[in-house]
């Protein structure tokens, strides 16, 4: 898979971890330290899907997620989570998110929503 991703998370050993799998996995990985670093990568640079921390300081997986939609309406968001509460998840999917995963995340759930965003991506008239 080529997909091109973009990887926000605050956490700095996470990002270099999950970067190193995905991009053994053959996607072009891009990270962020935070919501605002990738909200600036996404005006400037195209993805296939952003997969996006919920829970970081400043801005949380939820605020990050309506500001991309607001922009960037058909932009596939996949949110990661630890110890979220339910109603958590539902609002993230109401507002937009491809999907919710816990972590750690499971690569193999993740590369299939990962190919569905780009999936969705190449039927989108350009």
């Not at 339910?86 to 539902?90: A, F, I, N, S, V």
């Given at each position: 898979?080529?997909?091109k991703v973009l990887l926000v998370?605050?956490?700095k050993d996470f990002l270099e971890i999950m970067a190193e799998r995905m991009g053994a996995r053959?996607?072009?990985v891009a990270?962020?330290?935070?919501?605002e670093t990738a909200l600036a990568m996404v005006t400037a640079e195209t993805y296939d899907a952003v997969i996006m921390d919920m829970m970081m300081p400043e801005m949380d997986g939820l605020k990050a997620l309506k500001l991309f939609k607001r922009s960037w309406p058909d932009l596939s968001i996949i949110l990661l989570t630890g110890n979220v509460p339910?109603?958590?998840?539902?609002e993230a999917v109401r507002l937009g998110a491809l999907a919710v995963i816990e972590k750690p995340a499971d690569l193999i759930l993740l590369t299939q929503k990962i190919e569905e965003a780009k999936a969705l991506r190449s039927k989108k008239p350009k």
């Open positions: 898979m080529s997909a998370d605050d956490e053959g996607m072009e990270t962020a330290g935070s919501a339910d109603e958590k998840h539902r």
